[in-house]
């Protein structure tokens, strides 16, 4: 019992697995074209089919047709034999009255037997005339359906490719989604921002330099001058001239500054002496 379960769950798993493989593996554009295929083929068969059966029912028509046209024939004959032995019986000759009298049975006979043949063949006409209607109104009908399938085969096949192209489309929108930050265009915009922000801070510290470099050169031309000032106050009547050229504002300071000066350097030339 429990080797017949195993049995049975093995078989099972491996037709749902086939049965995947040949899910997976059917392409519908080609089970479409092999169905197209198959039932073209059935029609060319049914094409055969009916064929053969119209030309055995013209074969049986053709028999009718001569039996009918023997059944006139000897009919004909008969007539002919029967009207001849009368000619002879009136001129008094029996003997060739009676021959022509059996002709004409023998062509009645004939006669008989080609309308029987005739009559039998009427309901074998009859019903394979019908046969060959219904053959052929299924051939029709066929070769409609084979026109709706191939027409249907046109449309799924179209719609299949249109649904292929959606997909892919689809995906291919997915994979660039412009509102997906982990997107590949979010994190190339991050750098490029990245990118300019540390532009800007170097334009700005470039611009602080440069501030910080005139300012030194202020502070330097500053410096410049007052050592100027200063040795045009220690060479005496330049110093004066200096002094004047430096502009009025300053010449008062620059000349009690000079007075000072001159004061101080002679006091200590004093002490040097006295020491």
């Given at each position: 019992?429990v ?52 030309g ?6 053709d028999?009718?047709r001569?039996?009918?046209d ?9 007539i ?5 032995a ?10 060739s009255?009676?021959?022509?009298d059996?002709?004409a ?9 080609s309308?029987?043949?005739?009559k ?6 009859t019903?394979?005339r019908?046969?060959v209607?219904r ?9 409609v359906k ?11 096949t179209a ?7 959606q ?6 929108v997915k994979?660039?989604?412009?509102l997906?930050?982990?997107?590949e ?6 750098k490029?921002r990245r990118e300019?922000?540390?532009?800007r801070?170097?334009?700005?510290l ?11 050169l ?5 410096k410049?001058?007052v ?7 220690k060479?005496?009547g330049?110093g004066?001239?200096?002094l ?5 504002e ?7 500054y000079?007075v000072?000066?001159?004061?101080e ?9 006295r020491?």
């Open positions: 019992m080797k017949q379960s195993i049995f049975g769950r093995i078989s099972t798993l491996a037709k749902a697995n086939i049965n995947a493989m040949l899910d997976k593996a059917e392409d519908p554009q080609k089970m479409l074209d092999q169905m197209v295929r198959d039932y073209t083929n059935n029609i060319a068969e049914a094409e055969a089919a009916v064929a053969q059966t119209i055995n029912l013209r074969m049986i028509e028999d009718y001569e039996d009918q023997a059944a006139r024939s000897w009919g004909q004959k008969a002919a034999a029967s009207q001849k009368d000619d002879f019986r009136t001129k008094g000759d029996a003997a009255a009676d021959k022509f059996n002709l049975k023998v062509a009645i006979e004939r006669q008989m037997d309308e029987r043949q005739a039998s063949a009427e309901p074998t006409i019903s394979q019908e046969i209607e053959l052929k109104t299924g051939l029709d009908q066929m070769k084979r026109q709706q399938l191939v027409s249907k085969r046109d449309e799924l719609r299949a490719k249109s649904a292929h192209a997909s892919a489309v689809a995906d291919a994979s660039i989604d412009l997906d930050p982990t997107s265009v979010s994190r190339f915009e991050e490029v300019e922000a540390r532009v801070g170097q334009q700005e470039a611009a602080s330099s440069l501030d910080a470099q005139f300012e030194s202020e502070d330097l031309g500053e410049t001058e050592e100027a000032r200063l040795a045009a106050l060479s005496g330049a004066q001239s200096a004047t050229a430096g502009g009025s300053d010449s008062d300071l620059a000349l009690d000079g000072e000066t001159t004061a350097q002679g006091a200590e030339q004093t002490r040097v002496e020491g």
